[in-house]
């Protein structure tokens, strides 16, 4: 089956530096991946599409500057939380499709920032 | 706005009782259904798939489209307490792939 792997599947770090979080899709070319955010006892909240080759698409309230996201290739899309603050810290969790396939996510990334 | 509404419960059923999981959408152009279970802590993780009206089984679980009506509902025969977990519905049109908030189920020995 599709595979999705996110590295790393925790992260703590100190207010103010950044992180980055990587999702690849192991065994088929993904079009599409998606990031989300899932803060202790709520639901999904997706934060940005992206297409390969080309900019991201983020969801209302959600800071294009401070999230960076790219998907250079159709393996690999990258999450970069800059200047990051306890607020921050969060489930983060990676999906990754072909075109109108299933989404197949990745195992997540708890970030803790101090 | 497209929407996909679940009944967040939680839904409590006992060790071997049937439970029922169900999920409405407003877009009619609709193509493709799934219901992802996610436990605590975890990512979700992909359970069943349906395309077409009627039933599709899967093992103890079976998905069930109804298109005219736009629901599309979880049955799990024989719940197990490692069945407790939130589901969510899924609904997706031309690559936009739309989440329900999901329904919590515990399973109760």
């Known amino acids: 089956g599709a595979v999705v792997s996110q590295h790393p599947s925790w992260v703590i770090c100190k207010s103010g530096t950044s992180v980055k979080i990587e999702c690849r899709s192991l065994?088929?070319?993904?079009?599409?991946m998606f990031w989300y955010r899932q803060f202790p006892k709520q639901s999904l909240m997706l934060m940005a599409t992206s297409n390969e080759g080309s900019k991201a698409t983020y969801e209302q309230g959600v800071e294009k500057d401070k999230f960076l996201i790219n998907h250079a290739s159709l393996t690999l899309s990258t999450l970069t939380v800059t200047s990051a603050h306890p607020e921050d810290s969060s489930f983060y969790i990676c999906s990754a499709r072909d075109t109108n396939s299933p989404l197949h996510f990745g195992n997540g990334t708890r970030l803790t920032v101090t | 706005q497209k929407e996909v509404e679940q009944n967040s419960g939680p839904l409590s059923v006992p060790e071997g009782a049937i439970a029922s999981l169900n999920c409405t959408y407003s877009?009619?152009?609709?193509?493709?259904f799934f219901w992802y279970r996610q436990y605590s802590g975890k990512s979700p993780e992909l359970i069943m798939s349906?395309?077409?009206?009627g039933d599709k089984e899967d093992g103890r679980f079976t998905a069930q489209l109804n298109k005219a009506s736009q629901y599309v509902s979880l049955l799990i025969r024989d719940s197990q307490p490692s069945d407790s977990a939130t589901y969510l519905c899924?609904?997706?049109?031309?690559?936009?792939?739309?989440f329900g908030a999901g329904t919590r189920l515990t399973v109760k020995p």
């Open positions: 899924a609904v997706n049109e031309d690559n936009d792939m739309r």
């Open positions: 877009d009619r152009g609709s193509q493709s």
């Open positions: 349906i395309y077409s009206n």
């Open positions: 065994d088929f070319q993904a079009t599409t």
